[in-house]
């Protein structure tokens, strides 16, 4: 038999994760749970913007819907690191299940209130805030270690893929049929899911921590900020997710206020950015060794500043749609390098705490990021918001740098473990 081609060789090196049984079952799960959490997203915030026609509201509705992820980061990967994550995840989807049911029941029937909205929604954002620690953690039981980079490669990959096709499905089905019926299809997407995860095996369960629980949180915060590259990579993460806010969040101001174009330049720019960021995806999937990614989140933070500068100072539709891509680049490129890194630092017993903090900093600071750029955009202008945030980031990616050389961290190079022998088969 001739040996496979090198083309081949590169695909299975880069999808090795999926030879683990647990999960490849698991990652399929997640492509109708991703796809309908982004349906969920564009719908919920259509349906906000029907029933209040206030962007103050949406503002609201930010706040509740991640707001819980800032609030309760040291609790839930507290707990995620003292039970069992398999069950704690199956749990959590059956309550959403109920959750994002109800959503769409009240609203089908014409019985949905923007005060029902208020209180269904931080519901649901409690739960995400519990659910995004145990789900990243619950990777690592279900690979070997050195395959676990390349698993979260691939999650990031199917997330950034989803983010392309999720919004136009919801988008469409909200149009046509109403907005509960989008949530219905996050409520089947939640089944597979369910299902994987009460029939699946762990291949290798972390250890339990059995101390008490506010001794356990004080623990992990202790190692967050004794661990001179976890604490710097948190912080780095922290401010591009604050500083990114005003393009993610505020698009239709970016094409309408400051290129006078009109809602199909914020969907073309959302397209490109999610190019970009798959782009990134591939790249990191199929180049993962740590000595390398380690590089990439002050590298990313510093390109992210420089194209934030650059969208605040253009008034061109082409030059700013051409910065879009790697946008969208340096922004996953970040984010999935400093997840694999943050996964690599955690000790046995520690991955929820780290987990949570890393949600935290990267989804739990957007609701304040809004905040902050819609009361500086009244009083500087959106412009001048993009280039404020563009020269923070920039300047904290420096600093980043300088510390780096100055404190180095680990050898990354000597920590680095081969692929498993099941992923080379």
């Known amino acids: 038999m001739s040996a496979p081609s090198p083309a081949i060789q590169r695909w299975r090196h880069a999808s090795r994760a999926l030879n683990e049984p647990a999960y490849r079952r698991y990652f399929l799960a997640q492509v109708p749970l991703v796809i309908g959490t982004w349906i969920h997203s564009i719908a919920l915030g259509w349906l906000m913007w029907r029933l209040s026609a206030s962007p103050m509201m949406l503002g609201v509705l930010a706040l509740c819907d991640l707001g819980p992820t800032l609030l309760l980061g040291p609790i839930t990967g507290t707990l995620v690191d ?37 209180i269904l929604t931080p519901s649901i954002g409690i739960i995400a805030a519990f659910e995004s620690p145990a789900r990243q953690a619950l990777v690592a039981e279900l690979v070997a270690p050195a395959d676990l980079r390349n698993a979260l490669a691939l999650n990031s990959l ?31 997407a939640l089944l597979p899911a369910a299902y994987v995860l009460a029939t699946m095996r762990l291949r290798a369960p972390e250890p339990r921590s059995r101390g008490r629980f506010f001794e356990d949180m004080r623990a992990g915060l202790g190692f967050a900020r004794s661990h001179v590259e976890v604490a710097r990579i948190l912080i780095l993460v922290g401010i591009c997710s604050l500083t990114s806010v005003p393009y993610f969040s505020f698009l239709p101001v970016l094409a309408d206020d400051m290129l006078g174009a009109d809602a199909s330049l914020a969907g073309l720019l959302m397209s490109v950015t999610g190019i970009g960021s798959m782009a990134a995806g591939l790249m990191l999937t199929f180049g993962d060794r740590l000595n390398a990614m380690a590089l990439w989140p002050v590298a990313s933070a510093f390109l992210l500043g420089v194209l934030l500068i650059g969208m605040g100072l253009s008034s061109s539709v082409t030059l700013t749609t051409a910065l879009a891509l790697p946008m969208g680049f340096a922004i996953l490129s970040q984010n999935l390098a400093s997840n694999t890194l943050l996964q690599h630092f955690a000790p046995p017993g520690y991955r929820g ?15 304040v990021g809004s905040l902050i750029a819609g009361a500086l955009a009244a009083r500087i202008g959106m412009p001048a918001v993009f280039i404020l945030g563009g020269a923070l980031c920039a300047a904290t990616a420096l600093a980043a740098a300088w510390h780096r050389r100055r404190y180095p961290g680990p050898d990354l190079m000597a920590a680095d473990p081969a692929p498993s022998s099941a992923s080379r088969a």
């Open 82 to 118: 003292r039970v069992d994550r398999r069950r704690l995840l199956l749990g959590l989807i059956c309550i959403n299940f109920v959750l994002i049911c109800t959503l769409a029941a009240l609203a089908i029937t014409d019985s949905i209130t923007v005060l029902a909205m208020l």
């Open 158 to 188: 199917l997330f950034n893929t989803a983010r392309l096709i999720g919004p136009a499905i919801g988008g469409l089905v909200a149009a046509w049929a109403g907005e509960g019926w989008a949530f219905i299809l996050k409520a089947v």
């Open 353 to 367: 705490r780290v987990m949570a903090l890393y949600a935290m900093m990267m989804l739990g600071t957007v609701p």
